[in-house]
C-alpha cells in the first residue's frame, strides 16, 4: 500500500518524502525503546513524537514512514533531517487512537 493511498483517509499533510512510498504493515506507539525491539521494517509508525530522535530510530529500523498525529508538526531541522535520511513523514489532525483505526479499516495491518 502506497502513503498516497492512505492521504485522503488520514487527512494527512505530506512533510517529507514521497506519496509513492510503500508501507507494508503499521506500527503505534510513543516509546522509542519499544519502537527499537518491536518495530518493524516498512512499516508505517504512528506517533506524536516531534523530536529528531524519531527519525533516528526510524532511520535505525528501516521504518519506511511515520505519521505524527494530533496535528503535530516536526521543526525544519528535523524535517531536513528526515529527508536526508530518507524517512517520509506525515501529520495528521487525527488522534493516534484515530488514525490507527481508519489504518485497519483500510486493511493495513
Known amino acids: 500500500m502506497t502513503i498516497k493511498d492512505l492521504i485522503g483517509c ?11 512510498t510503500q508501507v ?5 506507539g510513543d516509546l ?14 504512528i ?14 529500523k528501516d521504518i519506511s514512514t511515520v505519521l505524527i498525529t494530533r496535528g503535530r508538526k516536526l521543526d525544519s531541522q528535523t524535517i531536513a533531517e528526515a529527508e536526508q535520511s ?14 490507527a483505526g481508519k489504518l485497519w479499516e483500510t486493511g493495513l495491518r
Open 10 to 20: 488520514l487527512q494527512a499533510e505530506l512533510l517529507t518524502g514521497s506519496a509513492d
Open 86 to 99: 530518507g524517512v517520509t513523514v506525515l501529520s495528521t489532525p487525527l488522534s493516534s487512537y484515530e488514525a
Open 32 to 45: 522509542l525503546s519499544d519502537v527499537l525491539a518491536s518495530a518493524k521494517p516498512d512499516v508505517l509508525w
Open 24 to 28: 507494508c504493515g503499521c506500527y503505534a
Open 47 to 60: 506517533t506524536i513524537q516531534v523530536h529528531r530522535n524519531v527519525v533516528s530510530v526510524a532511520s535505525m
